[in-house]
């Protein structure tokens, strides 16, 4: 942080890093406990929610027997003589008689009585009589083909996305219950950070305020442009007062920069005076390694959290994997994000009794991860053209040809050209 005099603090000892992978299992774990509320939505209004009990279909699918195609509804051999029309939304008469037929729309439901419906256009129609051979293979859908009345068709913990909101208007539902989108702030603290213009004299932008709230959105938060702000004071009482107006109406805060026990960092202290428990105070990760989670009950007795991010630009995307990831997908209800694998194109070093993350560019189509360059903790070069981190485990170094897990940035379709 910049520099300013003060007297100085009380040294506490350190608390041992937690194990990377324990550190995510704590976090999704106190999420999942923490897992927010269960609200019935209007279907179009639950896009980006997280089903919060199965999804089942209320009827038969299709519900009727429904044509899939234009044509004829004939009953018997034929030629048939056409006794009326059905169009898609009616309910249509009996067929009782052989040799009989009624005209069907795409959709429209097949009467009963029916043995066959043929095309259209592999009919004639002459003499008010329709002629032709119907095709061998049914041309209606059966009620039940697609799924039965009752039937799980989605588990609780499924994120909402159009396909699942088609798929739940087509069973009848008008609402869903849903866990609704967690609420997320950013205080990005640093009096040494510039919110215009071309770093210089000792200062440099703030490159976190910026970018941080698009990530956290594609994680699936609702962050308001009035939930970003800084860069606060580099005092405690303005770091006390802007947590606790955050914590008011965010499930989840972040905050970058401050997270060590220098003289002018003031995470610890402001966590301490709102009285907030440590998940996770310390990662042994590089980089990103003083990332935090602590976790806040209100009067109220809602959980909230407060992410502590390292003010080094990659090491705070790096907590931002590692830590809030797992933690929004425990408060959404959701499972455990898994890490898919990868092939390492070159060798990666190890980082000793640390976890090493390393951005990597992934080729989608061999599944081979490249090692990018400039990526020290302080840079962002290497971070706009990667996919994600290779997790090179603690006491190992990984070879060229080796295959380790990935955790992947949340990017968009689309947003990597690789
Ligand atoms: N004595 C020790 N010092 C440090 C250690 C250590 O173990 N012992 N660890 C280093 C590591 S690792 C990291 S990471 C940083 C984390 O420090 P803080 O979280 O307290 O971050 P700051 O001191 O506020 O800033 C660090 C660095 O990042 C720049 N910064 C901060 N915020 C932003 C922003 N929004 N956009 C761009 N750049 C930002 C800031 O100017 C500093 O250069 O501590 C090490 N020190
Ligand atoms: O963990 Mo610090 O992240 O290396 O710069």
């Known amino acids: 942080m910049s520099t300013e005099t003060a007297p100085p603090t009380d040294r506490v000892a350190a608390p041992p890093p937690a194990g990377w992978e324990e550190a995510r299992s704590r976090v999704y774990a106190v999420g999942l406990a923490a897992a927010l509320p269960v609200v019935a939505r209007p279907l179009a209004d639950t896009d980006g929610s997280t089903l919060a009990e199965p999804l089942t279909t209320r009827t038969d699918l299709p519900a009727f027997p429904t044509s899939s195609v234009d044509g004829w509804a004939v009953r018997g051999a034929g030629p048939w003589r056409v006794v009326g029309r059905v169009l898609a939304g009616n309910t249509p008469a009996p067929l009782t008689e052989d040799d009989t037929t009624v005209e069907i729309a795409t959709g429209a439901m097949v009467p009963e009585g029916a043995t066959a419906v043929l095309r259209v256009e592999e009919s004639t129609v002459a003499d008010g009589l329709v002629r032709g051979t119907p095709r061998s293979t049914p041309e209606w859908r059966q009620p039940g083909e697609e799924a039965y009345a009752d039937e799980e068709l989605l588990p609780a913990g499924t994120p909402v996305d159009p396909a699942v909101i088609g798929l739940a208007a087509s069973c009848g539902h008008d609402t869903l219950r849903v866990r609704r989108a967690p609420r997320a702030a950013l205080l990005v603290f640093g009096d040494e950070l510039l919110t215009a213009g071309p770093p210089a004299a000792g200062r440099v932008r703030d ?189 190992t170094s990984a070879a060229a040809g080796d295959r380790v897990p990935i955790v992947p940035l949340p990017l968009l379709p689309g947003e990597r050209a690789s």
């Open 207 to 395: 490159a976190l305020g910026p970018a941080v709230p698009g990530w956290l959105r594609r994680y699936g938060c609702q962050v308001r442009a009035a939930d970003v702000v800084g860069p606060v004071a580099d005092t405690l009482p303005a770091h006390v007062a802007a947590l606790r107006a955050a914590l008011a109406s965010a499930d989840l805060v972040c905050t970058t920069g401050g997270t060590m026990n220098g003289p002018v960092d003031h995470l610890h202290p402001t966590l301490q005076a709102l009285g907030a428990d440590y998940v996770v105070n310390t990662v042994a990760v590089r980089p990103g390694f003083p990332m935090l989670l602590a976790r806040l009950v209100g009067d109220d007795g809602r959980v909230r959290f407060v992410a502590g991010l390292p003010g080094n630009p990659q090491s705070a995307i790096v907590a931002l994997v590692s830590l809030v990831a797992p933690l929004l997908a425990g408060l959404q209800g959701r499972p455990m994000p898994m890490l898919p694998q990868v092939t390492l194109a070159e060798a990666v070093p190890g980082r000793g009794d640390h976890t090493h993350l390393a951005l990597v560019r992934v080729d989608r189509l061999t599944g081979t991860a490249f090692p990018v360059r400039h990526v020290g903790s302080a840079m962002l070069r290497g971070l706009a053209g990667a996919d994600g981190f290779a997790v090179i485990r603690p006491g």
